[in-house]
């Protein structure tokens, strides 16, 4: 082995035994190609989802039910400005259907993703929130739907929300400028993150990889914000450009960092839920698999209503199985069987909210604004 070799080794053994690094070993990390040192990498990641996930492959099913976003992110394909996507949003009805087939095709979580979209109040998403936890009392209810006040929040979760993902983006305040409008700020997005996690939500943070302008050292800052937050899901997937936005000629993310970034993340919080994301599987007809062999265990294949699937494009040609959810899930089974694994029927809690544990505190009307 040569030299550069044997100190990225060094690394990505320092990293798993002690769960981080420096500043510059981040960085010498995330620039060192390691083509023969990835599967080192990506062996150690599977080593540590096995001894708190097992085999197992969480499914979470996607309802896309809204594409009217006010924001305006440079990266994204459902941003305000761009005039060419045709709008959408679900009914309560429509949402309570797709939650119903998720159901019977063995979904235990359900993730309402949509832009920020006015019409959605308080009480209409709590009203929302309380019919499917009526519903479907032993499902979980996971919500990504922007930035919010820390009432708003709490009253989803009063209403029965379980977990929210909400990505961080980027932990660099100058490049969270140069991807966001004006008007967003990167201190209101930590502060929501921080809210989410004091009201007892499992929380999600993540990334893009790849993002225009986006440094090695902005990674490790990511990482590092990673590490400190302690989030119970790490979302991270290749940016892909999408034409009609600002960022639309700059040149996507790829399916190798992203790999190796899932490897470092599950090396770093050992117990996260990690899922292969949907930019990943658009990259590479393979991507799922590879995810997964990097150490990811969640997938959240898409259970949005066929015609809402295609408009809701936050980048272009995003993968989405045409046809039956039934069909795209037996599909997924098929192929995480041919690489080892078992895709699971469970609400598939972070390990240490068993069993839906923000269930029962709610239940029992405990909730301390205090902590944190
Ligand atoms: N490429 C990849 N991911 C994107 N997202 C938005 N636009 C893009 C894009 N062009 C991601 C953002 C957002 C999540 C819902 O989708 O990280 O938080």
Known sequence: MNETNLSLKYLIDQLHKEQTLTKEEWITLIEGRTPELSEYLF???????????GHDVYVRGLIEFTNYCKNDCLYCGIRKSNGNTHRYRLSEADILKCCKEGYELGFRTFVLQGGEDGYWTDDRLVA???AIR?????CAITLSIGERSRASYQRLFDAGADRYLLRHETATKAHYGRLHPPELSFERRMRCLADLKAIGYQVGCGFMVGSPWQTPADIARDLAFIRRFEPEMVGIGPFIPHRDTPLGAFPAGTVEMTCKLLAIIRLLLPDALLPATTALATLDPRGCEKGMLAGANVVMPNLSPPDAREKYALYEGKASAAGETADALSDLQKRMENIGYRVTIARGDHRSFPDGEAALTRKKGEHDPCTT
Do not use: G, Q
């Not at 062996?43 to 996930?53: C, D, I, L, V």
């Not at 009526?134 to 032993?138: I, M, Q």
């Open 43 to 53: 062996s150690m990641a599977r080593e540590e989802r096995h001894r708190y996930y």
């Open 134 to 138: 009526r519903h479907f009392p032993d």
């Open 128 to 130: 929302l929130v309380a």
